[in-house]
């Protein structure tokens, strides 16, 4: 029973590997080209196409749902013309403590 088992998984795992190795066949016949007035049809059927594109006019407003929710981006802070570290010390008066 055991080797039963054991030839159906083997069975089933070679099956798509043979598929792959099989040769393509197509199984459809190619159909009758194409008439001059079906090309001639499908040519003035593009050109109208392409020309109904032209008429389609270009998007201006930018389409952002969030744009006016959005807060505008932070502005910069003008650097302190002295900073403390660069700024000379304090003079304090006699009897008063540094902190």
């Known amino acids: 029973m055991k080797l039963f088992r054991v030839v159906a998984v083997l069975?089933?795992?070679?099956?798509?590997a043979f598929a792959q190795e099989s040769p393509h066949i197509?199984?459809?016949?190619?159909g009758p080209g194409k008439t001059d007035d079906e090309k001639a049809a499908d040519a003035e059927?593009?050109?109208?196409?392409?020309?109904?594109?032209?008429?389609?006019?270009?998007?201006?407003?930018?389409?952002?749902?969030w744009g006016g929710i959005r807060a505008d981006p932070p502005k910069k802070q003008p650097a302190p013309k002295?900073?403390?570290?660069?700024?000379?010390p304090k003079k304090l008066k006699a009897g008063t403590a540094a902190n």
């Open 11 to 16: 069975a089933l795992m070679a099956g798509p």
């Open 26 to 30: 197509n199984l459809m016949a190619d």
């Open 45 to 65: 059927r593009d050109k109208a196409y392409k020309e109904t594109l032209k008429k389609i006019p270009d998007a201006k407003a930018s389409n952002d749902p």
């Open 82 to 88: 002295t900073s403390a570290a660069t700024s000379p």
